[in-house]
């Protein structure tokens, strides 16, 4: 039995360093946000000083590890062999949980996490031990778990979400009104200020969250207790002289220099206190088999009272756990995914909005505008003039530069970001209240954006949207946690045997789920959403709508193949597959119109006449997009229906429109794909016959009506798969001609210009 426990303790050491990775790949967006979506340091810089912060972090974190070991549960009331079994599961449900936020690019906490899978183990372990007893009923559980903890995390989810809302808000506006958008227009005496309150706050942060609860603190104790506001208050004199100096003689912009040391700060909050989520269960099971395999009783008889005495971690195991965390820093793609989505919804400007309306946020957004109406009826026209100078946006130059892209919010509100987060994470640790560094950075983020008008009448209802999803996934997260950490512990009580196969399970959905994101993430790129900064010439309207032609013909091909082959096989799956198919083209097309508004203001001024080309493009390219929409939806609802199958004469009819459409989409996508514009007329010429096809098709269908045909709704589906293919056609002509048109304009006044200039070269 002992070699099965030491495979289990290899296993989670596995475990540990995976945790580490899906881990970090979540919670760097704690610190991380702010910096990349102000643009006040280089990327490199960033991560430089985040993974500064990590190992700092790191080395300081070794005296946090109890919440693994007796934060949840009462270690004496369980023997070595189940607390293996809720190690093992809670490693398990955790990987799992995080992979699947981090994914879909959702921030979640990883305290909570691991706090409710914990608990959702424990729980049915003790269950479990109740019913095998003879004498203890359920009220007993109560010996066994640590409820009280969970209700605290439960009230600092709720606690914190709304504090630090509403504080960031606050502040966020103040110092709106101080500054405006015009930070490096005051007087530097004010800047000082700011950035020796800023500092102080950070600096103390540090000292609180990272060091305070170490060894290292013993040290400096009594220079600390009963002297915080002392120290406080001498930080502030100091920093804000260094201040004055770094603007006055070396033109340091603080603001900057505030981003990057809130950064750090942050960055080592994060790995002195979260290393626990990730490493602390499976340090916990080596302290529990080390004391199991000295004591030489039976691991189903052997109480781990052991877990409730301190033991400080080994500072090797730590400094291996933050080079893990640093390396993820660098090279996930996931952790980027859950960045963007804090910075979307805290971004200044419109733009592609990742989440959909919901009827909550209308709800949300109709109230907040109409208390805004309330607020705008009480205060004197003077003093509304007043603030909305201060939140006038400056008109930011573009550049020419293709890799240039816009801030999503400017350094005030990236400092904002930092210090807050930090005093309230600080505030909340030295009063020992729980709280996730997850929803306060997150929630202190949306507060700034709200005040900050970012959530203007164009975005609301999306931010508002997507806030409220991020929300709603953090409780999930603690539902989730709780269930499935219960099942998995359950089939590992059950049969030992359940361990590697659901360590396979894990290693196959990982596998599964890296794959899925980085096909997503090819898709994503191969989308061309309009919301960069450079200016777009004709030749890029050419560029940008050729692109979309080549790859719409591809896809619309390949769906029409695709529907026509399950409808003649009357493969239902299929069907419905290639149908979510269709809409995602139909959404992608819909994207593009919406931000048909930041094409035309990219646009240069001697381009501006293109931009009535390019909307009839893309008004073309929904056209035909529809059309094999309304095609593949009457095919689905015909075979869902369990209607009969169609005629061997109407598929080879359909066969033979297939073919041909075939023919003509690939040519289409290659004279795109080639900018071979010329060709285009030969394609106009021989559509004529695939017009035809169809209407023969249309006409010997009315002759079998007449004659042989007996199924209502066949004929329905036929006709309308035909008349929508017409339309399909007819769009696709119109398209081409319209692209022609354009393109024999464009030569004839090249042509002209070259004329003109060797006349004038004359």
């Known amino acids: 039995m002992g070699d099965t426990f030491i495979l289990m303790l290899i296993a989670l050491a596995v475990l540990a360093v995976v945790d580490l990775v899906v881990g970090v790949s979540n919670d760097a967006v704690n610190f991380l946000n702010s910096a990349i979506g102000s643009k006040a340091i280089s990327i490199r810089n960033i991560m430089i000083i985040a993974s500064v912060g990590v190992f700092f972090g790191a080395i300081t974190s070794s005296g946090m590890m109890e919440v693994a070991r007796k934060g949840i549960f009462n270690p004496g009331m369980f023997m070595f062999q189940d607390i293996m079994f809720i190690f093992m599961a809670v490693m398990i449900t955790d990987i799992l949980l995080l992979d699947i936020f981090n994914s879909l690019g959702m921030p979640t906490s990883t305290t909570v996490s691991i706090v409710f899978e914990l608990l959702g183990a424990a729980v049915i372990i003790s269950i479990l031990k109740i019913s095998a007893s003879d004498t203890e009923t359920m009220s007993a559980i109560w010996n066994y778990i640590n409820y009280e903890t969970a209700t605290k995390i439960i009230l600092g989810i709720l606690l914190s979400v709304v504090v630090a809302f509403s504080i960031g808000a606050i502040v966020q506006y103040i110092s709106r009104l101080i500054y405006s958008f015009h930070f490096e227009q005051k007087a530097s005496w004010i800047n000082a200020l700011f950035g020796g309150f800023a500092i102080t706050a950070i600096t103390y942060f540090i000292i609180v969250k990272g060091i305070k609860g170490t060894p290292f603190y013993d040290n400096i104790n009594h220079l600390i207790e009963g002297n915080s506001l002392l120290i406080i208050a001498g930080s502030f004199v100091v920093w804000t002289l260094i201040s004055q100096l770094l603007i006055s003689l070396f033109k340091i912009n603080i603001l900057k220099l505030i981003i990057g040391v809130g950064t750090f700060s942050l960055a080592m909050a994060f790995s002195g206190n979260d290393l626990v989520n990730f490493i602390g269960v499976p340090i916990a099971a080596w302290n529990s088999y080390q004391a199991w395999s000295a004591s030489g009783v039976a691991a189903d008889a052997f109480t781990m009272t052991v877990l409730a005495n301190k033991v400080p971690s080994n500072t090797w195991l730590l400094l291996i756990a933050g080079a893990v965390m640093v390396i993820t820093l660098w090279t996930s793609k996931k952790a980027r995914s859950v960045i963007d989505t804090g910075i979307n919804l805290s971004r200044q400007g419109d733009g592609h909005e990742k989440f959909k309306p919901n009827p909550l946020s209308r709800t949300v957004v109709r109230a907040a505008m109409g208390i805004n109406i309330g607020i705008n009826y009480i205060l004197p026209k003077k003093t509304i003039s007043f603030i909305n100078n201060k939140f006038q946006k400056p008109v930011i130059s573009v550049t020419n530069k293709k890799n240039y892209e816009v801030p999503a919010f400017d350094l005030v509100r990236a400092s904002i970001n930092l210090v807050v987060a930090g005093i309230l994470i600080s505030i909340a640790t030295s009063m020992k209240l729980p709280l996730s560094t997850t929803y306060v950075t997150f929630m202190v983020a949306m507060g700034t954006s709200l005040a900050d008008r970012a959530w203007g009448r164009e975005s609301a209802v999306y931010r508002v949207a997507g806030v409220l999803n991020v929300i709603g996934g953090w409780f999930l997260t603690a539902l989730v946690a709780f269930i499935v950490a219960a099942i998995i512990a359950y089939l590992i009580s ?233 339309d399909l056609v007819s769009a696709l002509m119109n398209l081409l001609q319209t692209y022609e048109e354009f393109h024999l304009s464009r030569k004839n006044t090249e042509k002209q210009q070259r004329e003109l200039t060797k006349k004038a070269s004359i």
């Open 494 to 726: 059950w049969h030992i045997v359940m361990v590697p196969v659901l360590l396979l399970v894990v290693a196959l959905l990982l596998v599964r789920s890296t794959i899925l994101h980085r096909k997503k993430s090819k898709e994503i790129k191969k989308q061309l959403y309009i919301e960069r900064a450079e200016l777009i010439t004709i030749n890029g309207v050419i560029e940008e709508s050729s692109d979309h032609i080549s790859e719409v013909a591809q896809r619309v091909s390949k769906l029409f193949t695709n529907v026509f082959t399950d409808l003649a096989k009357h493969d239902l799956n299929k069907l419905r597959k290639t149908d979510k198919h269709v809409q995602k083209l139909n959404d992608e097309i819909d994207d593009l119109k919406d931000n048909v508004f930041y094409f035309i203001k990219s646009l240069d001024d001697t381009s501006v006449q293109a931009s009535k080309f390019y909307i009839l493009v893309l008004g073309y390219l929904q056209d035909i997009a529809q059309s094999i929409s309304f095609i593949s939806r009457a095919s689905f609802k015909h075979v869902n229906n369990n209607h009969k199958n169609l005629k061997k004469g109407q598929l080879k009819d359909l066969k033979h429109i297939d073919d041909q459409l075939t023919d003509l989409l690939t040519r289409v996508s290659v004279v795109f794909e080639n900018r071979s514009f010329d060709d285009l007329n030969e394609i106009l010429i021989e559509k004529q016959q695939l017009l035809k096809d169809v209407s023969s098709s249309i006409e010997r269908q009315v002759s079998r009506i007449r004659t042989e045909e007996t199924s209502a709704k066949n004929t329905t589906l036929y006709f309308s798969i035909l008349l929508e293919t017409q």
